[in-house]
């Protein structure tokens, strides 16, 4: 699939709201085991450190550091996705639709390109609904792709999709981001990126 190009620097937000986010859940753990620690020592003394082993308290260090890898592996995978402006990495391409307010709709196209021997029978493609780095969230449902099935893409050849997004009347304003997969490469979604406007004051 091919698009436009890269995400503008301030969707690098999100990336600091996942850094945040898996910091505090790998801290939890750390700080419940600190708690388990200093009752067996209050209980036993300095010297008792066999009850540390039980209730699984030595499993919730080694859940605190898989904690910790988890959403490391995360932050690297948003920050491939969510690149700054003027980067450019085609395993993620990107489609940025035209800016739009609440209750408006707003849509653009990208291509699929079959480039091997052979016709591909059977393209499915499906889009996600969008969400925004303070957790607002449009739907699947206010989002199309058209069309949603390609019956044979003979070889050497490209077909056009055009997606759109019908935004919400209630829908607050900010800078959203979904995927577009398909099943001929279930590995490499495409990212969508819509800004959406606080709408304009009306005249007197």
Same mark, same amino acid.
């Given at each position: 699939?091919?698009?436009?190009? @890269? ?5 690098? /937000?999100?990336?600091?709201? $996942? ?11 750390? *700080? ?21 082993? /039980? ?33 450019? *990495?085609?395993?993620? +391409? ?39 780095? *303070? ?5 699947? *449902?206010?989002?199309? $792709?058209?069309? /949603? ?6 070889? @050497? ?31 490499? +979604? ?15």
């Amino acid at each position: 699939m091919t698009a436009g190009p @890269g995400l503008a620097a301030g969707a690098w /937000d999100l990336v600091g709201e $996942v850094q945040r986010f898996g910091l505090f859940s790998a801290a939890a753990v750390v *700080d419940r085991y600190a708690e388990i620690v200093d009752r067996a020592i209050s209980r036993h003394g300095p010297a008792a450190s066999a009850p540390l082993d /039980d209730a699984g308290s030595g499993r919730m260090v080694d859940t605190a550091v898989a904690m910790a890898g988890a959403w490391s592996r995360l932050v690297d995978a948003t920050s491939t996705l969510l690149r700054s402006e003027g980067a450019h *990495d085609e395993a993620t +391409p990107t489609l940025v639709l035209p800016a739009t307010e609440p209750g408006s709709g707003t849509g653009a196209s990208f291509w699929i390109h079959n480039t091997t021997s052979s016709a591909a029978p059977g393209i499915g493609l499906t889009v996600s609904g969008l969400v925004a780095s *303070d957790g607002h969230r449009i739907g699947a *449902d206010a989002l199309s $792709v058209v069309p /949603d099935r390609v019956g044979l893409l003979a070889a @050497g050849t490209s077909q056009e999709v055009r997606v759109r997004v019908v935004v919400p009347a209630a829908q607050p304003a900010g800078c959203y981001f979904g995927l577009v997969m398909t099943s001929a490469a279930p590995a490499e +979604p495409m990212v969508l990126r819509l800004a959406v406007r606080a709408p304009r004051e009306s005249g007197p």
